[in-house]
Every structure is written in C-alpha cells, then in structure tokens.
C-alpha cells in the first residue's frame, strides 16, 4: 500500500510535493498530529494474514500460476459452447 498523496491522488501538508497538484484534487485540512505508517513511508507491507481471504494460490506469474489459470479458460469452454446452440 502506498500513501494516497505520494500516488497524486490527494494534497496533504506531510507531503509537500503533493501540495503541488492542481486544487481540484483533495486536500487534508489538517492532517493528523502522529501520521500513520503509510503517511511518513513510501510503501508499508501488509502481513499475508490480513488479506488471507483475498490472496491468490499461486504467485503471479509463476508456472504454477499460469497452469491454475489455463485450467479456467477449459473450464468456461463447454459454457460457451451450450450458449451457441
């Protein structure tokens, strides 16, 4: 994850090259007096346990990967085919 003002999504003072982007964008009025990891950090690693719901079985773009994700396109086949006829 990365901070949404060191992305140009938003203005925010503890990003001064932020405060450079056009005032169309959001700014932070006032941002928090102890900024969080991601405010004072580039980027900041998320422990695999919190998105363990989300996280896919194989790493992109592994062999392992590629053969799961062939396995999708031989599967949707015979769905496509009954919508044809």
Known sequence: MQCPAAM????????????????DHPEILQ?????????TQQTITVPPDVLAKTAQKHDYPSA??????????????????????
């Open 8 to 23: 140009g999504k938003i203005r925010c003072p503890l990003r001064p090259a932020s405060m450079t982007l056009d005032r």
């Open 64 to 85: 392992a990967w590629r053969r799961s994700y062939a396995r999708r396109t031989a599967a949707a086949t015979p769905t496509e085919c009954q919508t044809r006829t």
């Open 31 to 39: 941002p928090p007096e102890h900024p969080q990891a991601c405010c």
